[in-house]
Every structure is written in structure tokens, then in C-alpha cells.
């Protein structure tokens, strides 16, 4: 022991304590086993200074002739108690959080209280040398008390440390709790905090989740349950609607193929019958998304089926008018045109059908033709790196061979039908005229192929080599050291 510590033993460790203050702020909390390391330093030496001085903290200060000696021994034997257990706090912190992560916070912030609890009754008894039994009887009898004031708040404490021993929900799970449905952000003593799809913050109290329904969307962790519903005409055969909302399932490539989804049937009514499409995608910022596609997706299968929904039956297309006539006004392209323009258009467009898997235009060739799908499911395939993959799905009212038609370009994609697929066909010689006449049609083309071109070029395009790093550092991690 150096010298001067053996001579100032009191003020070493009055400093020591300081040291160990000052280096727990000045770390920065991504090193947290440097701090820990630091503390259980300092915690060594400090003990090593008051016992080599005869201040054990197992027995009573020394210095009894010495009043402010005594006092000063005392504190400091009462602070080692105080230190160690929270040295003690923090190691098992550090071991839980390596375990269990946050989600145990709850049970090391109990464990903590129970080892300064412990650490304040030693204290009392080795060093202040009083009657441990009746501070232990008086302490139990405040309890009770407290306990009964506090019952409420005693309730969500345990229920929080139930929560938090079975684990239904974590840090960053979406779960619903009562219908109150939101991500985890906090599990404290007293509360479960959710944050909304609104943004909102909701605080639900352990005691009440702990008794409530909970219902976890991010378990397991690689899918996420949606669900639509639809209301259509109970005129409508069950068998069309059923094949139309599959046919929607299949547009749709955020679903996920296992499990597979689904199309039932829910109620029936003098006013419409209910069929909700259901299924599974991969991740939770996904569902409003999808929703949104398969709702889009099955309104316009269902047109094409000849099904409306009960909210869009008043603006149906009337039964009298031409297949080819009622693609035409849904048509995001060519609705624009004058009756008569439809009408010519109408009567010179060939109806084609396709097969699950036919090729209906492929990659390379110039089309002099124009397809408008009007039911089913069309693949498009790109090639990247000598390999074919999907890059999308199109449906009802969508249009194929625009490059061809506007600039004699090749078509970039394989076009191959999903499912049994039935597509008019418009020939260039009667839809060259029409683009010279109506400019706003051909600028609506343009535009599709100028989006389909970025869109498929961003595709294939080789995403940037990232640069390995080198060095010792690397090295170590690389081997798992």
C-alpha cells in the first residue's frame, strides 16, 4: 500500500468515491463494460483502503476515543455497504441485460431494491450495532400499512413482474390490449406504454393488461395476419366472387405464399353478402399498404367479373354495353375518349385467352399491337445476372405493348399470364390514328413507359460493391474474437 494512502487512508476513500461518480458520467453509455470494469476497480481498491486501515464494515467503527474519527469511520463503513450493493445492482444488471434484454429492466430495478434493503440492515447491524429484530418488526408493521395505502399501486408493481416473467409482449412488439392496439415503447413498475397508429400514447396499467386479452401481431415474428372485407350483390353467384377475390389474392405479391391466403365466405343478408379476403405479410409497416392493394385489387377483379360492390353499384357500367366497351370507360388511359371514338375502338378489338403460364408477349420483341387486360393475373418478368425474376403483377384494365406502339422499342419484360387470362387486342392501325388526334392519350402512354422504363431499370441495375474493410479490428471480428 503506498504511503500516502496508508497515511490518509479517509481521504482516499472520500476520493475514491468521487472518482467513481465522475467516471460513471464521463463514459459514454456504449461503453458499459468499461464503466463496469471502472466501478468493480474502484470498488476493490476502496475496499482494500478500509480494511488495511481496521475499518471492516462487519464490525463496529473504530476510533472510539476519537468522536469525529469515529464518525467519519462509521460513514465510511456505512457507504462500502451502500457501494458494494450498488456494484452488486449494476453486475447483475449487466449479466440480466445480456439474457433477457430490457424486457427484465422491471426485475433488476426489484432486485436492486432488495440488495440496498438487504445492504441498509447489514449495515445497521454490523456497523451501528443496533437490534436488527426490532427494526425488522417495527419496518414490517410500517409495511402494512404502506402495502394497505398502496394497494392500487402495489397491484401493477406485481402485475408488471408477472408481465415480465411470462413475457406475452416486448419492447417494440405490436399488441392489442382491450382493443387498444399500438407498439410497445415502455414496461415500467406501474404501466405498459403503447404508441398508436395515430401517433397517440397510450399507458395501460399492469394490473389491468395483466387481467385483459392480448393479442401480439409480432408473434411470430416473420408474418402479420390483414384481413378485407368486402360487401357485394346477393345476386352475384358465390362461385364468380370467389374466383374474382382469388384472382385479387394472386395480384397481390406482398402476400405471403405459407400460409397461404385465403377467400371465405362471412354473412349473408337481404342487403348484400359478406366475403373477406385474408392474409399473412412479412412485415407490420406492410398491412396499410396491402389493405389498401388487395381492396384496390378486388374492386377491379370484380369488375371485370362483372360483380360490383354494393357501394359502387349505382355507377356501374349499365348490362346492356359491350365487354370491350365497359373496359374502355374503366380504362385509366382511354376513358377520355368521345363516345363514337369508343364506340370504333369497341368493335375493333379482339378478345384473346390465355392459359396459367402462356407467354403473351416477350422480351425483345417490337409489338404493332396493344393489350388491355381485361381479367386475370399477368407476370412480369426481368432478366438480371442471366437470371429471370418477378417484377410485378398486373390486372384488370392494365395495358401491355405501349413501347412497341410509340417508339418501335423492344419490350423490356416477359409477360406471362398467372392465371386463365382474357386480354382484348388493339391493332396498331387502328390506334395510330387515334394517338395522332388525341394528344392527352398519347402523353398518358408516355408516361406509363417512361415509369415502367426507371422502374425497370432501377430493377436490373447492379446495386454498388461496398468496400470490405481491412485491418486488425476486422480481423479479430471476423474470427469471432
Request: hydrophobic share 50%; net charge neutral; with cysteine.
Amino acid at each position: 500500500m503506498p504511503s500516502f494512502i496508508a497515511d490518509h487512508p479517509m481521504l482516499c476513500a472520500v476520493a475514491l468515491i468521487l472518482i467513481d461518480i465522475a467516471v460513471w458520467r464521463l463514459i459514454s453509455p456504449t461503453l458499459a463494460n468499461w464503466k463496469l470494469a471502472a466501478r468493480l476497480v474502484i470498488f476493490a481498491v476502496f475496499s482494500a483502503v478500509l480494511f488495511n486501515d481496521g475499518m471492516n464494515p462487519m464490525q463496529a467503527a473504530p476510533y472510539a476515543d476519537d468522536t469525529t474519527l469515529h464518525l467519519a469511520a462509521t460513514a465510511l463503513q456505512i457507504g462500502w455497504w451502500l457501494f458494494a450493493a450498488r456494484t452488486l445492482t449494476v453486475l447483475l444488471g449487466a449479466v440480466m441485460m445480456q439474457r433477457v434484454g430490457h424486457t427484465g429492466r422491471l426485475l433488476q430495478d426489484l432486485m436492486g431494491a432488495v440488495i440496498f434493503l438487504i445492504a441498509i440492515i447489514a449495515a445497521m447491524a454490523y456497523v451501528l450495532d443496533l437490534p436488527v429484530k426490532g427494526v425488522l418488526a417495527t419496518s414490517g408493521a410500517v409495511a402494512i400499512i404502506v402495502g394497505l395505502a398502496l394497494q392500487s399501486t402495489l397491484s401493477d408493481v406485481f402485475s408488471g413482474i408477472v408481465l415480465n416473467t411470462t413475457k406475452p409482449y416486448q419492447i417494440d412488439d405490436w399488441i392489442s390490449i382491450d382493443g387498444t392496439e399500438g407498439r410497445v415503447t415502455d414496461i415500467d413498475w406501474r404501466a405498459t406504454r403503447l404508441q398508436t397508429s395515430q401517433g397517440s400514447l397510450a399507458v395501460i396499467p399492469n394490473s389491468l393488461a395483466a387481467k385483459a386479452k392480448i393479442i401480439n401481431f409480432s408473434r411470430p415474428a416473420d408474418m402479420f395476419g390483414l384481413a378485407v372485407s368486402l360487401q357485394v350483390s346477393p345476386h352475384a353467384r358465390p362461385q364468380t366472387v370467389i374466383e374474382a377475390l382469388e384472382r385479387a389474392m394472386q395480384g397481390c405479391r406482398a402476400l405471403l405464399a405459407k400460409p397461404a391466403p385465403s377467400v371465405a365466405f362471412k354473412a349473408s343478408a337481404s342487403g348484400g353478402v359478406e366475403y373477406e379476403i385474408s392474409g399473412f405479410v412479412p412485415a407490420m409497416g406492410l398491412k396499410r399498404e396491402v389493405r389498401n392493394q388487395l381492396y384496390d385489387l378486388a374492386f377491379r377483379h370484380l369488375q371485370a367479373a362483372g360483380v360490383g360492390l354494393l357501394s359502387a353499384t349505382e355507377g356501374s357500367t349499365p348490362a346492356t354495353v359491350s365487354g370491350a366497351r365497359a373496359l374502355l370507360e374503366r380504362s385509366s388511359i382511354f376513358s377520355t375518349l368521345r363516345q363514337e371514338e369508343k364506340d370504333t375502338f369497341s368493335q375493333n378489338m379482339t378478345l384473346h385467352t390465355y392459359r396459367a403460364g402462356d407467354m403473351i408477349l416477350p422480351a425483345g420483341e417490337v409489338s404493332d399491337h396493344l393489350f388491355i387486360i381485361k381479367s386475370g393475373v399477368v407476370s412480369v418478368m426481368l432478366l438480371k445476372g442471366g437470371h429471370k425474376f418477378e417484377a410485378g403483377r398486373m390486372g384488370p384494365g392494365e395495358v401491355i405493348g405501349e413501347s412497341g406502339i410509340l417508339s418501335d422499342q423492344a419490350t423490356l419484360a416477359d409477360f406471362t399470364a398467372k392465371t386463365y387470362c382474357t386480354l382484348y387486342r388493339i391493332e396498331n392501325e387502328y390506334l395510330k390514328p387515334c394517338l395522332d388526334a388525341r394528344h392527352d392519350i398519347g402523353e398518358a402512354m408516355k408516361a406509363l413507359l417512361d415509369f415502367r422504363v426507371h422502374a425497370a431499370q432501377a430493377l436490373t441495375e447492379d446495386a454498388p460493391v461496398v468496400p470490405v474493410k481491412k485491418g486488425f479490428l476486422q480481423w479479430l471480428k471476423n474470427r469471432g474474437l
